[in-house]
């Protein structure tokens, strides 16, 4: 067994607890852990139903389309503890983290998931404010007189 090997089934056997596979999702500032088993295809973010928790449609299609993607939609269920951010980056660091668990419970997915760009973590944040400006990159208004 090679080096990379091992250390790939090192993570494996840290990822997994019993029969869940657990994984990290994160955007902007938002971050979800990801309990993922296989069962009947109910999602539940903080105790509560997906379509209760997020009721804009884009934000659930966001978060089940990974399922939907492989086709997993009903062989697994998929358990979520998400805080920080508001709405879309929690539905977005929901999605990265179900890709990721996906990943760990069938490595053959990876490739369908990479090439749907569904494991590539979305890196933009919020721009710190600057000393001497309004905000980031607003100056002060220019007075003549």
């Known amino acids: 067994m090679s080096e990379e090997q091992a250390v790939r089934e090192q993570v494996v056997k840290s990822a997994r607890r019993g029969q ?30 997906l379509e209760a ?19 997993k939609r009903t062989a ?16 977005g660091a929901c999605r990265l983290g179900i ?8 490595a053959e997915l990876a490739e369908p998931l990479r090439q749907g760009g569904l494991l590539t973590r979305d ?9 001497g400006l309004r905000g980031a990159r607003r100056g002060t208004q220019f007075s003549k007189r």
């Open 20 to 49: 869940d596979i657990i994984a990290t999702g994160r955007r902007k500032t938002a971050v979800a852990r990801v309990r993922l088993r296989s069962g009947s295809g109910t999602i539940t973010v903080n105790g509560r139903a």
């Open 123 to 131: 890196g933009r944040m919020k721009e710190r404010k600057k000393y």
């Open 76 to 91: 697994v269920n998929v358990a979520i503890t998400v805080d920080g951010g508001g709405p879309t980056g929690q539905a």
């Open 99 to 106: 890709a990721r668990a996906l990943k760990f419970l069938d």
């Open 53 to 71: 928790y997020f009721p804009a449609v884009k934000d659930r299609s966001l978060v089940a389309g990974v399922l939907e993607h492989v086709g």
